[in-house]
């Protein structure tokens, strides 16, 4: 049986399918707009999974549900839904208290917690990731929340106090900013596209949330939790094609937060649409080609390991992954070969299988993008050097090591975003420096050596080019109460636990003159209680 036979056999009949891991086909045929669920009749999508099954004509992806085809009307009605809800700062929720909206927010998580196993399973089956990592998502996403509202506890203990300044006394607190648009990716479709809505909501904004097109129906059963947690118009969902209803959305000039992780490109069509660009603020991440740097003096082992997770972790289908490592000539024979041993080792299966390390990409057209940029880089004078690398079957791409990789391949310049591994040998480390000068993209990048002096003069250098540099280890996101940002191309504003809630909110104060009438008014004011604003109240 040949090695694309072998992957092929992963595919099996539903009834061989463990019946936990078996799912039911979703149809969503409602959607939340001005806290309404709404009844939808109209044209829908077919949402089919990355994992096939046979059937009389051969392997077929599994259909799963289906979702609304939305049109531009109901995108609007969502739109002013959200518009009348912020009410220029005077709706409900924006006035509400800072302890009412965290009790809202508290008992949104309770009901997103109760819809845990079927929203797991339903990333699963979207996406294709794993049991194990579809558990994680769901799992850190709850407990982002929890920290979310810690830090924002935090936040208003610091602000509940007067300050003084030359004979000026204010209070300073952060005001929500208004109506948020929300587009989130389709790698982690619950995790990172709460990462900007949950801060989004809780500082008081009001927002149309867009699911992304690889991971829509796992939002689905947490729409209830919404309608029944927030008032309404706080929560408003936007379905049909982004090409056809978000480009409107923002010509209305009525979007004053753009929450977008995804392309540049498309970010970039969104806030040109927009016609007052001083006033629209951008919360991105986008594009990224994180590289990793092998030096002579590294613990090979270690930085295997360590690019094994960040390239191919999800398939290599993140922001975050090592997308090119650079590795010293003189070290390249053994780290290839370690390389080569370590992903031959990795197991491939469908998403509920024990201990699976690959699992069938998402994208139905990421195969044979993989394959042209595989033949394009061997054009060029490359070699896939690890046995089966590159072997496809459906949904399956078992990774690809290629090697050595040069400026005139498609992968020395394009974000993959699958299990390909580029390795460009170097001479200098002038040339990986070169690298990150020259890309428009600066997210972050792993260096391996275990020489202090060589660490401290590429640190230097990189900290200014990315916005992250790991030491002997892999390229990521979390702690998520670490900044998460990127330079040129790769992103727009921070996020992480505190800088979500600082994006998503402006400081605003209340001042007057230090005289006996504005202390008294000042003291009235608080003893009433009548303002949320002025106030010396806060949340242990």
């Known amino acids: 049986m040949s090695f694309q036979d072998q992957l092929r056999s992963l595919f099996v009949a539903e009834d061989q399918i463990p019946e936990q891991y078996r799912i039911d086909e979703l149809h969503q045929r409602e959607y939340l707009s001005n806290g309404e669920m709404k009844k939808w009749d109209g044209p829908v999508t077919e949402v089919y999974s990355p994992v096939l099954v046979p059937t009389p004509e051969g392997l077929k992806r599994k259909l799963i549900g289906t979702y609304p085809i939305g049109t531009e009307k109901e995108a609007n009605e969502a739109l002013e839904a959200a518009v009348a809800a912020y009410d220029n700062g005077r709706g409900e929720w924006p006035k509400m208290s800072l302890a009412g909206r965290i009790k809202c927010m508290e008992q949104f998580v309770y009901k997103m917690s109760e819809q845990r196993d079927l929203v797991i399973k339903l990333i699963m089956w979207e996406i294709g990731k794993s049991l194990a990592d579809s558990t994680k998502e769901f799992d850190r996403t709850v407990e982002y929340i929890t920290a979310t509202i810690d830090a924002l506890k935090d936040i208003d203990r610091q602000s509940s106090r007067f300050e003084i300044a030359e004979g000026v006394v204010a209070q300073i607190r952060r005001s929500p900013l208004g109506v948020v648009l ?14 900007t809505l949950i801060p989004a909501i809780i500082m008081g904004n009001t927002l149309l ?4 097109k690889h991971g829509t129906l796992l939002h689905y059963p947490l729409l209830k939790a919404f309608q029944e947690s927030f008032p309404k118009g706080v929560v408003n969902t936007v379905y049909g094609r982004g090409a056809n209803v978000t480009p409107g959305l923002m010509q209305t000039g009525k979007i004053d937060v753009l929450a977008f992780i995804g392309s540049s490109k498309v970010a970039n069509g969104l806030k040109k649409s927009h016609p007052k660009l001083n006033r629209l603020r951008s919360v991105l991440s986008l594009d990224a080609k994180n590289a990793a740097i092998v030096t002579k003096n590294a613990d090979l082992k270690l930085a295997v390991s ?6 191919l972790s999800f398939n290599g289908q993140r922001c975050t992954a090592i997308k090119l490592i650079f590795v010293h000539k003189d070290v390249a024979d053994d780290f290839n070969k370690l390389l080569s041993e370590a992903v031959s080792k990795l197991t491939p299966g469908l998403p509920w299988h024990k201990g699976v390390n690959l699992t069938p990409v998402t994208e139905p057209g990421k195969p044979a993008y993989l394959k042209e940029c595989i033949d394009d880089a061997i054009a060029h004078g490359a070699t896939v050097i690890n046995e089966n690398g590159g072997a496809t079957a459906e949904s399956f791409v078992f990774p690809a090591i290629v090697y050595p990789v040069n400026e005139k391949m498609k992968l020395y310049r394009e974000e993959q975003f699958g299990p390909v591994i580029p390795v460009i040998p170097y001479e200098s480390i002038e040339e990986p420096i070169a690298y990150q000068v020259d890309s428009p993209h600066g997210m972050q990048v792993s260096i391996f050596s275990n020489d202090a002096k060589e660490i401290s003069s590429l640190i230097d250098p990189f900290v200014t080019l990315v916005s992250r540099v790991n030491i002997n280890a892999q390229c990521q996101r979390g702690p998520d109460v670490f900044p998460f940002t990127g330079r040129k191309d790769s992103a727009e504003g921070t996020l992480s636990v505190t800088d979500a809630l600082r994006a998503f909110s402006i400081r605003s104060l209340v001042a007057t003159k230090m005289n006996d009438t504005n202390k008294h008014l ?9 303002s949320s604003f002025l106030s010396t109240r806060y949340i242990l």
């Open 182 to 195: 929300c587009m989130g990716p389709f790698n982690y479709p619950l995790n990172e596209t709460f990462t």
């Open 209 to 212: 949330f867009k699911p992304p």
């Open 306 to 311: 360590e690019c094994i997770l960040g390239a």
């Open 522 to 530: 000042i003291n009235d004011i608080v003893e009433e209680g009548d």
